[in-house]
């Protein structure tokens, strides 16, 4: 315990990340509470609250989310006190909030409910992005040349000027990286340098906007990056969808109307208004 209490005291309280660590463990045990209370309604389990219906109208819980982002984000600027509890307090709400909210991006981005089909894996996703960069920002990682840039202020000449140029080429690597479809390396590039560039420079993922975008139908690029997708992405793809499955459930729906319905019934018939089918 004492290391414990030693780690967390050096790294985190004395680092001033605490309302960043109260905003990650929030985060995490949202998307660990919401997902256990979706598989428990999708498997009908009768002592489990389930939905909430007031009048027969299904509330999402990304409401739920936008109203915690609100009141935590809110709150936090309004608190002078930058080491007491309720900053604390106001991340941690803000964190809840987010999870919830991410936990169904795929519904906001593709305004219907996707949420157990195969678009639905984009929350699972977007979900897994949040605690890789709140984790590596909780860790002390930067991104590339934040540090540098700040230490050397605004007379620090031709230096400053080196470092802001590299950390932008850096940026853009990562910018399209993630335009070719590669997420985590977009991300790990913009803590860690050259990484995204070397992956910009490599071919698009099949699918991506980059690849819509410059690789036409038939051509040797698209031809290409297929191939190299079946021999090395694919199997890591498999793993990983294995692996959020574990945590977050199947998504194994087809997103017509009847597949819909199946995994989302509807209130009572008690409760169901008149003009609802």
Do not use: C
């Not at 990304?62 to 309004?78: N, P, W």
Request: hydrophobic share 55%; proline share 6%.
């Amino acid at each position: 315990m004492d290391g414990w209490h030693d780690w967390f005291g050096l790294y985190v309280v004395d680092a001033d990340r605490l309302p960043l660590f109260s905003f990650f463990v929030a985060f995490v045990v949202g998307f660990l509470f919401i997902r256990v209370s979706v598989r428990l309604i999708r498997a009908r389990v009768r002592w489990w609250p389930g939905n909430v219906r007031p009048g027969g109208l299904h509330i999402h819980h990304v409401v739920f989310g936008v109203a915690l982002m609100l009141l935590g984000g809110v709150s936090a600027l309004l608190i002078t006190d930058r080491d007491g509890a309720p900053i604390v307090v106001a991340a941690a709400l803000f964190g809840l909030g987010a999870a919830l909210v991410l936990d169904e991006f795929a519904l906001i981005l593709h305004l219907r409910d996707v949420y157990w089909t195969e678009q639905g894996r984009t929350s699972v996703d977007a979900v897994f992005v949040a605690i890789a960069l709140t984790g590596l920002l909780l860790t002390g990682f930067r991104p590339f040349g934040w540090d540098e840039v700040r230490a050397a202020g605004p007379g620090g000449g031709p230096a400053a000027l080196g470092l802001v140029a590299l950390a932008l080429v850096n940026l853009a690597g990562s910018v399209l990286s993630l335009l070719k479809g590669k997420i985590w390396t977009g991300i790990t590039g913009v803590f860690v340098p050259a990484i995204s560039v070397i992956a910009a420079l490599r071919l698009a993922v099949p699918g991506s906007p980059w690849a819509r975008w410059y690789y036409p139908e038939g051509s040797t690029k698209l031809l290409q990056a297929q191939r190299r997708d079946e021999r090395v992405r694919r199997p890591l793809i498999r793993a990983k969808i294995r692996f959020q499955e574990a945590i977050a459930g199947r998504h194994d729906l087809d997103a017509g109307p009847a597949e819909r319905a199946a995994a989302d019934p509807g209130p009572p018939a008690a409760v169901r208004s008149p003009a609802a089918p």
